[in-house]
């Protein structure tokens, strides 16, 4: 009985030795945080998407009560989570305009065709990867569904072959514009009248043999902009939202119809 009574004391002793070590380097090696950084985080959405630019809501947090980033840099949340990390950090917020992804290409089943095979990995990095265009196209959408997979809101899904986004859901978050291997994706303005859905940069000739509505950087569309707001890059029409009035020119003369009302 004796033995059994001394392993019991000798098992409280070192627990209760190791508990107060336990809280002694706790104490000493405690990390404070912020008591605004806690309450900015709680009104944070949790998303952890990245599209504020930031590893994840944390650090999010963290750069707001730093001064580092706006109190409405968060897109996910938008207006309402703005106002209220806003209210914490004593500041005004600013109204932030909506941003949407938009896709850069339109060459659905019907305005373009096949010219292989692909019976690989159905994913549009690893067919890019593999050097193989099941499209004519080679700079359209491959229609494997990669930015559909990534997209956390499911506002992004391919339908006849190209990836089509939902603007009522879309976060602009960012994570299909990453995906796309072949960059046709960016985040634009939702008030955005009109978008070129095209990002070939093929010449007239080669656009039309691969897709009937491509942008065949003609520049009758630069010609009609009365702002400026077209420009042509490397035979490909380009918007600038800053300038563009919505008034609709550059899609009437546009031959191609590359340029189309949203």
Same mark, same amino acid.
């Given at each position: 009985?004796?033995?059994?009574?001394?392993?019991?004391?000798?098992?409280?002793?070192?627990?209760?030795?190791?508990?107060?070590?336990?809280?002694?380097?706790?104490?000493?090696?405690?990390?404070?945080?912020?008591?605004?950084?806690?309450?900015?985080?709680?009104?944070?959405?949790?998303?952890?998407?990245?599209?504020?630019?930031?590893?994840?809501?944390?650090?999010?947090?963290?750069?707001?009560?730093?001064?580092?980033?706006?109190?409405? /840099? =968060?897109?996910? /949340?938008?207006?309402?989570?703005?106002?209220?990390?806003?209210?914490?950090?004593?500041?005004?917020?600013?109204?932030?305009?909506?941003?949407?992804?938009?896709?850069?290409?339109?060459?659905?089943?019907?305005?373009?065709?096949?010219?292989?095979?692909?019976?690989?990995?159905?994913?549009?990095?690893?067919?890019?990867?593999?050097?193989?265009?099941?499209?004519?196209?080679?700079?359209?959408?491959?229609?494997?569904?990669?930015?559909?997979?990534?997209?956390?809101?499911?506002?992004?899904?391919?339908?006849?072959?190209?990836?089509?986004?939902?603007?009522?859901?879309?976060?602009?978050?960012?994570?299909?514009?990453?995906? =796309?291997?072949?960059?046709?994706?960016?985040?634009?303005?939702?008030?955005?009248?009109?978008?070129?859905?095209?990002?070939?940069?093929?010449?007239?000739?080669?656009?039309?043999?691969?897709?009937?509505?491509?942008?065949?950087?003609?520049?009758?569309?630069?010609?009609?902009?009365?702002? /400026?707001?077209?420009?042509?890059?490397?035979?490909?029409?380009?918007?600038?939202?800053?300038?563009?009035?919505? =008034?609709?020119?550059?899609?009437?003369?546009?031959?191609?119809?590359?340029?189309?009302?949203?």
């Amino acid at each position: 009985m004796y033995p059994v009574l001394v392993a019991t004391v000798a098992v409280a002793v070192i627990g209760f030795v190791m508990g107060m070590l336990l809280i002694t380097v706790g104490k000493k090696f405690k990390v404070e945080v912020d008591e605004k950084q806690l309450a900015v985080r709680e009104y944070l959405p949790g998303n952890n998407c990245g599209g504020c630019g930031y590893a994840g809501c944390d650090a999010m947090a963290e750069a707001i009560v730093k001064g580092e980033a706006p109190v409405n /840099g =968060c897109p996910v /949340g938008g207006a309402p989570v703005a106002e209220k990390i806003s209210q914490v950090m004593g500041v005004s917020a600013d109204a932030q305009e909506k941003q949407v992804a938009f896709v850069k290409c339109f060459g659905s089943c019907e305005h373009t065709s096949l010219k292989s095979n692909y019976v690989g990995i159905h994913d549009c990095s690893a067919a890019s990867a593999s050097g193989i265009s099941p499209w004519k196209c080679d700079f359209g959408c491959m229609g494997l569904g990669t930015c559909e997979k990534a997209c956390p809101f499911g506002a992004i899904h391919v339908i006849d072959g190209v990836a089509v986004v939902d603007r009522n859901l879309c976060k602009a978050c960012g994570k299909c514009v990453a995906a =796309c291997p072949r960059h046709l994706i960016e985040i634009i303005p939702d008030k955005a009248t009109y978008a070129v859905r095209c990002s070939s940069h093929n010449k007239g000739p080669a656009v039309k043999k691969s897709c009937d509505i491509g942008c065949i950087g003609c520049s009758l569309c630069t010609r009609q902009c009365e702002n /400026g707001a077209i420009t042509i890059e490397n035979n490909l029409a380009h918007i600038d939202y800053e300038k563009c009035v919505g =008034c609709g020119k550059c899609a009437e003369k546009c031959p191609a119809k590359a340029i189309t009302k949203r």
